[in-house]
């Protein structure tokens, strides 16, 4: 059975940068597409970059530019760096796969962005 354990979250300051870690267990890293997905209070959850198995890259538009996803098979960890992180940003963050037609998530790692 999967499990993913997330993080890297934090306090930074609009402008800054934070990285976030995926550690993957229980399933075939390599062969996974990994997801970034993040859940704000009271709203649904959004795709917020994926990598493929193949290392194709996708980003919703709002973070295209500002975010990079990138894995390592080495150690089963996926990765995103956030640059420029803007308020609106801030909220939980959560890892994702899909094995088998079975959902996988982490816990989450809270991002906030203040002054």
């Known amino acids: 059975q999967a499990q993913l354990v997330e993080s890297g979250g934090g306090l930074v300051q609009p402008g800054g940068s934070l990285r976030l870690s995926c550690a993957a267990s229980?399933?075939?890293?390599?062969?996974?597409?990994m997801d970034w997905y993040r859940q704000a209070p009271g709203k649904q959850r959004e795709l917020v970059a994926r990598?493929?198995?193949?290392?194709?890259?996708n980003y919703s538009e709002f973070v295209e530019g500002r975010f990079a996803i990138s894995r390592d098979n080495m150690t089963n960890t996926v990765y995103l760096q956030m640059n420029n992180l803007k308020p609106e940003d801030a909220t939980v963050y959560y890892c994702?796969?899909?094995?088998?037609?079975?959902?996988?998530w982490g816990r989450g790692t809270q991002v906030t962005v203040s002054s």
């Open positions: 229980g399933i075939l890293f390599s062969t996974a597409d």
């Open positions: 990598i493929s198995s193949d290392g194709s890259i």
């Open positions: 994702h796969t899909k094995r088998f037609f079975r959902n996988y």
